[in-house]
């Protein structure tokens, strides 16, 4: 099996969980894999929605942020700030197989590579904001459980593709695409199509996502012999806020 992302309106980690159930992934994987992390109290949201006329998945986690809160706890506020040391033992311990947990590591060193560049300092001083919430290691691990569970052989990726402006987060106001997330691109070559609208299309955990899978370059025709479509929160002006994922094979 082959799979092609089609990232014309960007991707994230649950945007990619969204297109790889709508493809045929195992959503009971994905529960039970999860359920083996004591997260504390959350919810996954598996829902339809519709973007601009298109029928999507939706893939959403909603972390109960009444705990209590201790610095030791996995179970603190969800904007907790934690290391890549301490992301690594919750994804150890899990009871998926090690091919799951090595590419939920790669996929989150791959992030903190790029935001020790970003901030100039050691990768291991990296203490993870956004990416370091629950919800975003719920989102890498699941991306991890599914692409497992589907296997493919070889992966492919469009280019990028993203808009201008600023988004406010833990450090301020950040350019698009964001340091952490350009720095992703530029380390692995990839190309970047800058569109004209506003609004973040491009997560850095959706480009190490990229980093982390892809294969080498679609350079081949293709038959498409299914389609997955994940939906993300955004609503565009110009653009579909959707990701789609396709199960191809090469033209003979």
Do not use: C, Q, W
């Not at 973007?51 to 986690?61: A, H």
């Not at 201790?70 to 179970?75: A, C, G, K, R, V």
């Not at 919750?90 to 901030?119: L, T």
């Not at 952490?180 to 004209?196: Q, S």
């Amino acid at each position: 099996m082959d799979l092609y992302f089609e990232m014309y309106s960007g991707i994230s980690g649950d945007m990619t969980i969204a297109s790889l159930l709508d493809l045929g992934a195992s959503k009971e994987k994905l529960i039970e894999g999860l359920k083996s992390i004591d997260f504390g109290k959350y919810e996954l949201i598996f829902d339809r929605k519709i973007k601009n006329g298109i029928d999507s998945n939706y893939f959403e986690v909603i972390i109960n942020e009444n705990k209590d809160h201790h610095e030791d706890n996995i179970h603190d506020n969800h904007h907790f700030h934690r290391n890549l040391f301490e992301i690594e033992k919750i994804i150890d311990s899990g009871s998926f197989n090690e091919k799951v947990k090595g590419n939920a590591k790669k996929i989150f060193k791959i992030i903190a590579k790029a935001e020790s560049k970003a901030h100039g300092i050691d990768i291991s001083e990296v203490h993870f904001h956004e990416v370091g919430a629950i919800d975003s290691i719920i989102d890498i691990i699941g991306v991890s459980i599914l692409m497992d569970d589907l296997n493919p052989d070889n992966v492919y990726f469009s280019d990028f593709y993203e808009a201008k402006g600023y988004i406010n987060i833990a450090h301020g106001p950040m350019p698009l695409p964001t340091p952490a997330t350009l720095n992703i691109i530029t380390d692995n070559d990839f190309n970047l199509n800058l569109i004209d609208d506003f609004g973040e299309r491009n997560t850095p955990t959706g480009a190490a996502i990229v980093a982390n899978y892809a294969t080498g370059k679609l350079d081949f025709p293709f038959k498409v012999k299914r389609v997955g479509i994940g939906a993300g929160k955004n609503n565009f002006k110009k653009t579909n806020n959707i990701l789609r994922v396709m199960e191809i094979e090469k033209k003979k």
